[in-house]
């Protein structure tokens, strides 16, 4: 057999040559390598995002449409580890490392513009359900979902809590915003521009993400906190679910703590005792104990999403045990107050 040529300088260049043209189109900045933008024909706007609008696009080269998530200035980064560009770097490595879960929108890749004075960064996702969240799908129905509907789509969302959690990541700004909903109930998690790796998270001065589904930890600026905190949001959301309207509807830090800590009074007049009365009169008592799990007020007395998972709500063990005794109350674990989630009167 004929012995290989040796590498040298000269036959190897050829090989560096296709490859840098099966990189073209691929910037680099620092030490990240960018799409390039100018790839992408943007079609429609689809979403608003914090930093820019997100659009629906198609790729030229592979005539895929996807979803783009502008990012102005995202390029702009400080050594002090400041500035957007190592955020942006965050929100795309915590979704590439959920890749592959059905229950995440999967990213592509990050793309910059050709122009190289252009701060701006590109976030390039499947494309899914042309941009209907949760939210939307909530106003459009005008009607709570049915139990079983909650069901679907619960188990959907835990189990996406639980990859996420597997891989080291918190997502930290769980709301219905930032689930995707298709048609056919089909759910997936995006809006991860807080998300963070799951080192118990040095608090910011502020707590991240919408108010009105932050934990009692992220509200209390505790100096850390972790996957829990998905948890309790997932809390708010199945209740939202159930009962067509949020669970928590201040808008101000200060009251939202009250309204989660303070005594009775706050509870009454954000309504969660009318919510009990009126709203959740449907929902089996294994609904409500699974309310109550992820709802615990002491993050280390919450369910994890894999413990969720295993919850008879889900595995339906309570149609036959509810034929034979009444739904015992559930305590939820607030101090100072009684569990909303408390069974009707006989
Ligand atoms: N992959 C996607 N496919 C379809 N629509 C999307 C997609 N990603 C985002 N959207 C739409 O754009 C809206 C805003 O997106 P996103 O939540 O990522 O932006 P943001 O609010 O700036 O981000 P973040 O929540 O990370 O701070 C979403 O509510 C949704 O309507």
């Not at 057999?1 to 560096?16: I, S």
């Amino acid at each position: 057999m004929e012995a290989a040529p040796p590498v040298t300088a000269r036959n190897k260049r050829p090989a560096r040559e296709e490859a840098h043209r099966a990189d073209a189109g691929k910037k680099k900045r620092s030490r990240y390598e960018f799409d390039d933008i100018s790839e992408y024909e943007m079609l429609k706007e689809i979403g608003e995002g914090a930093f820019g609008v997100v659009a629906k696009a198609r790729d030229h080269r592979t005539g895929e449409t996807v979803a783009v998530k502008w990012i102005r200035g995202g390029l702009e980064g400080n050594s002090d580890g400041s500035g957007l560009l190592p955020a942006v770097v965050r929100e795309a490595g915590c979704l590439a490392a959920c890749r592959g879960h059905p229950g995440i929108v999967q990213i592509k890749t990050v793309a910059a513009g050709e122009d190289t004075a252009g701060n701006d960064l590109y976030i390039v996702m499947e494309l899914f359900a042309g941009g209907a969240t949760l939210r939307s799908e909530l106003a459009t129905r005008g009607r709570p979902f049915s139990e079983d509907e909650a069901r679907d789509a619960m188990k959907q969302l835990l189990e996406a809590a639980e990859k996420l959690h597997a891989t080291g990541t918190i997502h930290r700004d769980i709301n219905p915003d930032n689930i995707l909903a298709a048609a056919g109930g089909e759910l997936k998690l995006c809006g991860f521009g807080c998300a963070t790796p799951a080192r118990r998270v040095r608090c910011p001065e502020k707590p991240v993400g919408m108010l009105q589904y932050c934990a009692p930890e992220q509200l209390f600026g505790l100096s850390c906190y972790g996957p829990e905190a998905d948890v309790w949001m997932l809390g708010c959301v199945m209740a939202e679910l159930l009962a067509g309207e949020a669970l928590f509807t201040a808008t101000e830090e200060d009251y939202m703590i009250a309204e989660r800590i303070n005594l009775r009074d706050d509870i009454v007049s954000m309504g969660v005792e009318a919510f009990d009365e009126t709203m959740l009169d449907h929902v089996s008592a294994a609904g409500r104990e699974l309310l109550a799990g992820l709802l615990a007020f002491h993050s280390d007395e919450r369910l994890t999403a894999a413990e969720a998972l295993e919850h008879r709500w889900f595995t339906r063990e309570e149609d036959e045990e509810v034929q034979e005794e009444p739904p015992a109350a559930v305590e939820l674990k607030f101090p100072g107050f009684e569990s909303p989630f408390a069974a009707p009167a006989a």
